[in-house]
Structure formats: C-alpha cells, structure tokens
C-alpha cells in the first residue's frame, strides 16, 4: 500500500536547521511531484515547496525561499527539506504529499519547533 513517512522534525533555536525527510512506498515514486505543506495550530495548511518528479523543477513558497531547498532521491525514494535559517514563524507540523494527474497522497507529518 502507499506509504509516505516523514521524520527529521524536533526542537531548534531561531537560525538553527533542520533536514526533514520523507520516505516513499507502494507507488512509481519518480511520476509524482512531491510537495512540503506546513500547518501551525489555527492556521491552514501552505505550500511550502514543491519539486517535480524529475527533480528538475522546484518551487518555493515566498517566505521560505532562500532558506529551505527541497530536493529527491529517485533511486531511493526519498524526498527531503533542508531548513536552515529557522525562524519561530517557521513552527507547523510539517506534510508531505505526493500527487500525479489522478492521485494524492499525504504523510502524517513531523513536528518542527523553532523556539528559545
């Protein structure tokens, strides 16, 4: 079955990084964009990035670019979100979701605290 795990999230001071990951299963992982969306409690989930199946294209929400660069491992499965330059504003719980033109599928996510 289709299986999306995220890991990697934790407690970090402001300026600090993080790397999340997320491990892909039970579908042809290379013919789906992959996406990282956030949600803070009382907020709606955002984009946060995206990348192509290929890994050629990628997309950035306005407030991360510069900070956050996504990036996949086709041979691996495997799809990750380097975050340095942290910010308290940056504290969600962290998705990923894998879609193509007929499906969607989302992790459970990772918590990530940018805190002092």
């Known amino acids: 079955q289709v299986r999306l795990v995220e890991s990697g999230g934790g407690l970090v001071l402001p300026g600090g990084s993080l790397r999340l990951s997320c491990a892909a299963s039970?579908?042809?992982?290379?013919?789906?964009?992959m996406t990282w969306y956030r949600q803070a409690p009382g907020q709606e989930r955002e984009l946060v990035a995206s990348?192509?199946?290929?890994?050629?294209?990628?997309t950035y929400a306005d407030s991360v670019r510069g900070r956050f660069s996504i990036s996949r491992d086709n041979e691996k499965n495997m799809v990750y979100l380097q975050m340095n330059g942290l910010k308290p504003e940056d504290t969600a719980a962290y998705y990923c979701?894998?879609?193509?033109?007929?499906?969607?599928?989302w992790g459970q996510g990772t918590q990530v605290t940018v805190s002092s």
């Open positions: 979701k894998a879609r193509d033109l007929n499906n969607a599928y």
């Open positions: 039970g579908f042809t992982f290379s013919s789906y964009a």
């Open positions: 990348i192509s199946g290929s890994g050629l294209s990628t």
